[in-house]
Structure formats: structure tokens, C-alpha cells
């Protein structure tokens, strides 16, 4: 601390002092805070505190300066706070501490001290009202952004996408499953996967439920895995089973239509020739060998409705002459079934899925004949002594397709329906459709036994029952 001489020391010595001792405002209050503070640096302070204006003038000042002034120099004094500034010392019109002529000079144009500026708002921090100053960000510099919100968002889609996606394929399996109504392999696959998806989603989408799942989330998974188990199996199962016997029967239909037509169409015959058409025509050759002419569907081309075609066929000559050749290998709807593919006989000419019952056969009564066709046959209604409906007249074949125009198309029932090549069946593997005497069509299966199939067989077995 400063002795008491020091207080004795005349002005002029004192601004001489100061004069030579010219310090910033902060080297003085760092002087202050320390424990050397010198004598000179206390009358340093004390004649800036005489210089200083007074309040009421700094207010005023405050009052007159414009808003953006004062903030301007508010910032240049943080941007120089460490800069070294004018001391204590100096007259109070140009460096002495933030005063108000400082500043009224700073309005007019003049250098503005920025150290003074900076440090008037320590040594009057209350002469000035104070503002509040909205901070704003460095726009260089983003603010952190919280993604707890997106992340939220994100988990709830994600929760969401399994039973959606288990609904949307479960719908779509059982939609696919109507396509196992046609009989293609490969189309009863798209269902089985559609199914598998709507199975696996579901499962993950029950597996993964919290309490805040929505009761909606939970019904849609389990639609979705019913739908899917239903696209799995029950679809293929079921819909394949159905379409299996819509085909059936429309193919019966078909072929029962057919067969019903070719049978009025030989009691057309028999009315007009008052017999059944022969099973083929027959004559010798000149070294005694018969030559077939033409087979009994040939006799019902009038009557099915080619009669055109049936005009071209020159009868004087056998069937595989050249000249019937054309004639012969026209395609004759009514001789042919679905479900059958359509291809020209070894001999190139155009084929049938029908063949006649026809032969001999022996049985325990004696030997019978089979239905009505033979060679060069003349067989009335009152040779059909097992009864005109229960006797067998032409029936379905699947095998050994022959031609329509063959003049020995029949045969026997052999060892039974779709037991060998040269019997009697159809496309289906599941029995066939025969023609009886009477006009009528009968379905009869493969469990049909071979004795049932005999006695309808023969027209004189002396039979009475029908199966």
C-alpha cells in the first residue's frame, strides 16, 4: 500500500505521475485485485473516476443512441476485449473510460475507441437499462436435431409392415387358388407361395406384439394367417378336387351328348333298313381273303349332319383307296371326345374315341355275341335278347385310336375298363360312357366288375341283371 506522502503530492506532480504511467482499464482492475497495488495506480483510478461522466449523463446518452449503434459496439467490444486499450490516466474528452463525448464523436463520424467501448460496460453496468438480446444460432452451424421422433415414426411403419403384408398375401393366396380349378401343375405353385408369405409375416408380426400394438395390427395378422393356411391347403386341396369334377362332368356331358346322338342316329338306320348298320362291310378278293369296304360310322354320316362329306366317300371302293383317301381324313367333330388329343392314325386318316361293342364271347351260359356289330351283321331289336337297355352298343376308348371309317372298329371289353390298350376307357383314367341298344347312356366306373361288364357286353347271354 502507498505511504502518506504520496497523498501530500501536488496536482501537476500527480498528472505527471500519470502522465508517465498511462494504463488500460483492465491492467488497472487487475492491479486492484492483486496484493502490490501501488500508490500511483490508486490515483490513477481516482482520477478517472473524477473524469468520468456522471450517471444521469450516461443515460441520456444511452437514451439518444440508436439500437443498432449500440449493440454494434456492444459486439466490437467483445471482439476486442483482450486488445490493449487507452489508460485511466488520459484526459476524460478522447481516452479516458467509455464516456459520453467518446461516443457522441463515434455518432458524427469519428474513430470510434473500441477498447473504451468495450470497457465502459464495466465500470457503469447500470447507467444503461438493460435489454434483452435474442441470441440467434451461427448459421454455419446447424443446431442438433432430435431424432427420437423419427425414430419412433420408423418403428411404428416397420410394426405396421408385417400384418399389412401378411393381410395383403393371404388375400392374394386365396385369390390365386381359384387358378387350381384349371388343370395346370405349375399354377397350384403361386397360391403355396403367396400362402408361405402371409404365414411368415403373420408369425413375425404376432411374435414381435408389445402392449401398445393396436388390436387392428393383431386382427390383420391373424386374417393374414388364416387366409394363408386356407391359399395352402384348403385351396389347392379343395379347388383342385372341384375342378377335377367340373371337368368331369362337363366332359360327361359332352360325351353323353355324342353318344346319344350317334345312338338316334343308328335308330334311324333301323327304322329305314329295318336293322342296326353292320359293324363293317366285308367282301372276298379273288384269292378269298375279305377286303373291309367301310365301317358302320361311315352308314351314320347322313344322319349326324355330313351329309356332304358322306356324298364324297365312294362306297365301290375300299376305305384306304386312295380315292377315299381326302374324304377319309376329314376331321368329324361327333366322333371325337375332350380331353383327347387329336392326331391322324398310322394310316393318315382322321381318327374316333368311340368304338362299337362287337365279337364273340364265351360265357357260362355258352358263347354269346357282343353287342350289335360283326362283320356284314343284320342285327334287329329282336335280336337283342338281354334287353335293348341292357345291352351295350359302342363305348369310350382312350387307346389304340383307330380311324372313323374303319370297317372292323370294335371290340370287346377285355379284362375290363382301362385294363389294356385294345379295351374300353376314357381320357380320365376313371371308366367310360357307353351307348346301350336302347338309345340311352350309361357311365360305368372302373370299379365296375368284370363279370357286370360282361353280362352288358352280350346281347343273348340270357342275362337278367345289370350289375
Partial sequence: MAGPADNDRPESEGDESRGSTRRSLWDVMQHEAGSTES????????????????????????SDAPEDEIEFAEASSDAEFDAPSASADEPANGTAVGTGEEISEGHDGAAVDVSGLGSSSDVVPDSCPTETVTEFPDPGVLPPVELSGIHRGAN????????????????ASVVLSSLCLLPVMVLRILPAVAGFVALVNGGLALAQRKSESSRRQVAFAGIGLLLGLIGIFAGPLWLNEAGERWRHAKTSRIVKDKLERIGTAISVV???????????????????????????????LPHLGYDELAAQIDRRRPWSDPANG???????????????????????HAPTHFAGVGGR????????????????????????????????VAGEIAQTIPAWGEPDNWRSIGAGLNQSPQGFGNADDTGAHFLMADGSVRFLSNRTSLRTLQKLSTRNGSESESR
Fill in 156 to 171: 411404428r411403419r416397420a410394426k405396421r409392415r408385417p400384418p399389412l403384408l401378411a393381410l395383403g398375401f393371404g388375400i
Fill in 326 to 348: 381326302l374324304a377319309l381324313s376329314t376331321r368329324v367333330d361327333a366322333y371325337l371326345t375332350p380331353g383327347m388329343p387329336y392326331e391322324l392314325t398310322a394310316t393318315g
Fill in 270 to 300: 333301323h327304322d329305314q333298313q329295318n336293322r342296326f348298320p353292320p359293324g363293317g362291310s366285308f367282301v372276298d378278293s379273288a384269292d378269298g381273303l375279305p377286303i373291309g369296304m367301310h365301317g358302320w360310322m361311315t352308314d351314320l
Fill in 39 to 62: 500508490a500511483a495506480d490508486s490515483e490513477s483510478i481516482n482520477g478517472a473516476a473524477e473524469n468520468a461522466p456522471d450517471v444521469s449523463e450516461s443515460a441520456e446518452l444511452c
Fill in 361 to 392: 364271347v364265351a360265357t357260362e351260359f355258352g358263347t354269346g355275341d357282343l353287342g350289335i356289330f360283326g362283320r356284314n351283321s343284320q342285327v334287329t331289336r329282336d335280336d337283342v335278347i338281354d334287353g335293348l337297355s341292357q345291352t351295350m
